[in-house]
């Protein structure tokens, strides 16, 4: 099945740094691809979703990169902020059961300002 | 704006006990599912439901039992607690397939003494 590495576990950045956290997939026939953002005791917020057809999305200071042949989904916080501090997931459809989401394992993002 | 909801949002155990999770959704979704949150493994899929009275199981069932008794709730069952399953518990909703954007509740937090 499908299998899916987050890095970095943890990262620091100050306020107004950039900050990249990447996941690779196993699975090249992956087609769907989503970040989430979970705040100390919430649950997981859904950020941004891209299908395999797209290579780059931006919104609202997030780009998503998807390199597919590496099989490379990033997330780039631009001018991050201390609100940004949070847990992010990636997480990517497992193509051989459509039913099924494979999560990263998280990265926790420290904004100091 | 989806709404799940969950409860217990906290819960202490012994070990052998007898534990049911709730979750809650009110956006008409098809789909239900229970995660669980352990550092290190990210979220791993517990049981999932496409509709009332229907279960399927996902990654690491073996402890838990789940029903989904309307299109609303859907309840995780722990019927002899151990403490491997002290965890964060997630319940989830989305309208269709889990590529589908997924609404998350709030989490439970479950100790297992």
């Known amino acids: 099945g499908e299998q899916v590495e987050q890095r970095p576990p943890h990262l620091s950045v100050r306020e107004g740094d950039s900050a990249i956290i990447i996941c690779t997939y196993t699975?090249?026939?992956?087609?769907?691809f989503s970040w989430y953002k979970q705040e100390a005791g919430a649950g997981l917020q859904l950020l941004m979703s891209?299908?395999?057809?797209?290579d780059r999305k931006e919104e609202q200071g997030l780009t998503v990169l998807l390199n597919k042949k590496d099989k490379r989904l990033s997330l780039n916080l631009t001018a991050a902020h201390p609100g940004d501090s949070a847990v992010y997931f990636c997480a990517v459809s497992e193509p051989s059961n459509t039913d099924k989401v494979v999560f990263g394992t998280g990265t926790r993002l420290q904004v100091s300002p | 704006e989806a709404a799940v909801t969950q409860s217990p949002r906290n819960k202490v155990t012994v070990t052998g006990g007898n534990v049911t999770l709730s979750c809650r959704q009110t956006?008409?979704?098809?789909?239900m599912y229970w995660y669980r949150q352990d550092t290190g493994h990210g979220l791993r899929l517990i049981h999932y439901?496409?509709?009332?009275?229907?279960?399927q199981i996902g990654d690491v069932p073996d402890g838990y039992k789940a029903t989904r008794t309307t299109q609303e709730d859907f309840f995780l069952l722990l019927e002899l607690a151990s403490p491997s399953q002290t965890s964060l518990y997630f319940c989830?909703?989305?309208?269709?397939?889990?590529?589908?954007?997924?609404?998350f509740g709030p989490g439970t937090r479950l100790l297992v003494l």
């Open positions: 989830a909703s989305s309208d269709a397939w889990m590529q589908d954007t997924q609404y």
């Open positions: 439901s496409y509709g009332a009275g229907n279960l």
């Open positions: 956006n008409s979704h098809n789909y």
């Open positions: 699975d090249s026939a992956t087609a769907y």
């Open positions: 891209v299908l395999s057809n797209v």
